[in-house]
């Protein structure tokens, strides 16, 4: 079974409004991590953001927040007043820390490619 | 700039060739992963070396196989390449591991198999 889903293969955003990319997850272990990169085009991958699974509030960073809600296991991220800058790739990934020796094993969404439109 | 350098950036090559991708982590980082991704399969997890040590192995194929070497680099050793090998091959490093630790991606090393 797919362990991330990102079920928004491409999204467009109005420039200076707030979009927010879907991600839902699949795991037993109750000590995992999500976290959000984004791929421009020339393709590096940038951090953006992270949440613990045992973070009370939602992570944030700039104009960048993370909609944690556990029990429907979804870690969208919420991207306020968009720039063209942000037009990029943005995946989701998971960690899960139950066994120690694959903590550092991220687990990646197939993406989601957000446009944002002038 | 994220501190992980690779080289080379771009590599051409035919079917059924032997590569070495070069993966340098940012100064003090213990852990080194390798990523690919390819169209086909997304961004997959191949394997993680911590301080010199093979600490987690993910889709990695039997032709592929990897080191790190006391100084902390990594090679990443493709064998008998296939077309299905083009991908862009990430290598990441981190202080050290778990589930809260950032993974510094570094900017990649482009694979075309011909």
């Known amino acids: 079974a797919q362990k991330i889903t990102q079920t928004q293969p491409g999204m467009f955003v109005q420039e200076k409004e707030a979009v927010t990319l879907d991600c839902t997850y699949d795991t037993s272990d109750p000590s995992y991590g999500l976290f959000w990169y984004k791929q421009p085009s020339s393709g590096e991958m940038i951090f953006l953001i992270y949440q613990g699974s045992y973070d009370q509030q939602n992570a944030t960073e700039g104009r960048y927040s993370l909609n944690f809600q556990k029990a429907r296991k979804s870690a969208n991220l919420v991207i306020s007043a968009s720039q063209l800058g942000d037009s990029a790739m943005y995946f989701c990934a998971m960690r899960e820390g139950g066994q120690v020796t694959n903590a550092g094993k991220s687990t990646f969404g197939d993406g989601t490619t957000l446009t944002v439109k002038p | 700039d994220s501190g992980v350098t690779q080289t080379p950036k771009h590599l051409i090559t035919a079917t059924g060739q032997r590569v070495t991708l070069r993966c340098s982590p940012r100064s003090g980082d213990l852990s080194v992963y390798w990523y690919q991704q390819s169209l086909d399969q997304g961004l997959q997890f191949l394997i993680q070396?911590?301080?010199?040590?093979?600490?987690a192995k993910g889709n990695i194929l039997e032709r592929f196989s990897a080191q790190q070497f006391p100084d902390l680099h990594s090679e990443l050793n493709l064998s008998s390449l296939e077309l299905g090998d083009s991908a862009l091959y990430f290598c990441?490093?981190?202080?050290?591991?778990?589930?809260?630790?950032?993974?510094?991606f570094g900017p990649g090393t482009r694979l075309t198999v011909t």
């Open positions: 070396y911590y301080n010199g040590e093979e600490r």
């Open positions: 990441a490093s981190s202080v050290v591991d778990g589930i809260n630790y950032e993974q510094y």
